[in-house]
T-cell receptor, first 116, second 121 residues
């Protein structure tokens, strides 16, 4: 069964460094998402991506964040200059082109980002 | 705007007894509602979904949920808990892919805070 994969599973970085989190969505999916979960808090929406552009983003997704689908396969989240408060589990998700009823998203296992 | 409240942060049951995980939602539009489960060190797995068809929704592993619009609830139930059900459960609402007053939405999910289910032998 196809699944969303994410690498690395755990990333440790120093404050101020750039990190790139990688995701490979399911191959025939067209909508892509990033979410994050700070320890002990809710899973929060960051950004959605469709047709090679950001379709929606949250207040969390400021200029320090960017997303890219560089090769039609990978979907990346870049944080330019990490802060301590960026420490969280980051989930990638994808969804097929839906009709009126298919809105479920398929999630990857997550990347745990630790900023020291 | 949409939001989800899971009424219990922890639920503990004995194996073989019923499970009830409570969820209330708020949505400006006709919502889609989901329950996802997360086992330790695993990703989020879809248990079931409601998308404006039957109000009683059956999912995997014997779980089901009933959409009650009048109560704005979408509680998750299972008649008999199994040890393998121990996990964290998330109630999730989605605004649908449609043009609304604010423009087109692309299925952003809003999560509840999660309920940790513990199953005792």
């Amino acid at each position: 069964e196809p699944e969303v994969t994410q690498t690395p599973s755990h990333q440790v970085t120093q404050m101020g460094q750039e990190v790139i989190l990688r995701c490979v969505p399911i191959s025939n999916h067209l909508y892509f998402y990033w979410y994050r979960q700070i320890l002990g808090q809710k899973v929060e929406f960051l950004v959605s991506f469709y047709n090679n552009e950001i379709s929606e983003k949250s207040e969390i997704f400021d200029d320090q964040f960017s997303v890219e689908r560089p090769d039609g396969s990978n979907f990346t989240l870049k944080i330019r200059s990490t802060k301590l408060e960026d420490s969280a589990m980051y989930f990638c998700a994808s969804r097929p082109r839906g009709g009126r009823v298919t809105y479920e998203q398929y999630f990857g296992p997550g990347t745990r980002l630790t900023v020291t | 705007a949409q939001s989800v409240t899971q009424l219990d942060s922890h639920v503990s049951v004995s194996e073989g007894t019923p499970v009830l995980l409570r969820c209330n939602y708020s949505s400006s539009y006709s919502p889609s509602l989901f329950w996802y489960v997360q086992h330790p060190n695993k990703g989020l797995q879809l248990l079931l979904k409601y998308t404006s068809a039957a109000t009683l929704v059956k999912g995997i592993n014997g779980f089901e949920a009933e959409f009650k619009k009048s109560e704005t609830s979408f509680h998750l139930t299972k008649p008999s808990a199994h040890m393998s059900d121990a996990a964290e459960y998330f109630c999730v609402v989605s605004d649908n892919l449609q043009t609304n007053a604010g423009g087109t939405s692309y299925g952003k999910l809003t999560f509840g805070q999660g309920t940790i289910l513990t199953v005792h032998p």
